[in-house]
Nanobody, 120 residues
Framework: QVQLVESGGGLVQAGGSLRLSCAAS????????IGWYRQAPGKQRELVAV??????NYADSVKGRFTISRDNPKNTVYLQMNSLKPEDTAVYYC???????????????WGQGTQVTVSS
């Protein structure tokens, strides 16, 4: 199996910063993409930022404020969130598209989610 452990959420005032971490472990042969999604109450889950061998991709709403980075040897991804706004309030989910050992297909795995709350 593949396990994702997230950390770093919390409560912060508008304009503040938070850093999320997600470590992937288990029977991983290769990771295609690793990144973050979020879901606010009453809304659909949306892409925040993702990193692959081809580069990074950000939602327009977070460009210039959030930075995603990846530590390949540790199978860990970080999301540095600066200049946070109340509309960034959501549950943030780590996502990994990985191939497990002894398999030949990619599959998406999700973390349990971490709450980020930005007060005005």
């Amino acid at each position: 199996q593949v396990q994702l452990v997230e950390s770093g959420g919390g409560l912060v005032q508008a304009g503040g910063s938070l850093r999320l971490s997600c470590a992937a472990s288990g029977s991983i042969f290769s990771i295609n993409t690793i990144g973050w999604y979020r879901q606010a109450p009453g809304k659909q889950r949306e892409l925040v930022a993702v990193v692959s061998s081809g580069g990074t991709n950000y939602a327009d709403s977070v460009k210039g404020r959030f930075t995603i980075s990846r530590d390949n040897p540790k199978n860990t991804v970080y999301l540095q969130m600066n200049s946070l706004k109340p509309e960034d309030t959501a549950v943030y989910y780590c996502n990994v598209r990985a191939m497990r050992v002894y398999t030949d297909f990619w599959r998406d795995y999700w973390g349990q989610g971490t709450q980020v709350t930005v007060s005005s």
